[in-house]
């Protein structure tokens, strides 16, 4: 599946790259996993593409992506159109 299409505002989330329902860090493929960073989107949709995948996102933005992610000024809608844009 697409990032595109997983990623909801619902299912973001900053500072991890995977949170359980009660915001808790999880593992990325944990079934506990509700909520991902761009990154942790990346490895849950691409498995065993995630530095490709990770590499196509830092080219884009020019800086890396959990700094793009986690700061306090980048918004979901951002995240969105950027995911959009690169079609991933």
Do not use: H
Request: hydrophobic share 40%; aromatic share 10%.
């Amino acid at each position: 599946m697409k990032i595109k299409k997983f990623l909801t505002k619902a299912r973001w989330c900053q500072g991890e790259w995977a949170k359980d329902k009660n915001g808790n860090y999880c593992a990325v493929l944990s079934r506990k996993a509700v909520k991902f960073c761009l990154m942790g989107a990346v490895a849950k949709c691409y498995p065993g593409r995630t530095l490709a995948i990770g590499a196509r996102l830092r080219d884009a933005l020019g800086m890396c992506v959990t700094t793009f992610n986690d700061s306090p000024l980048t918004t979901f809608k951002e995240v969105k159109a950027l995911v959009t844009r690169l079609d991933i």
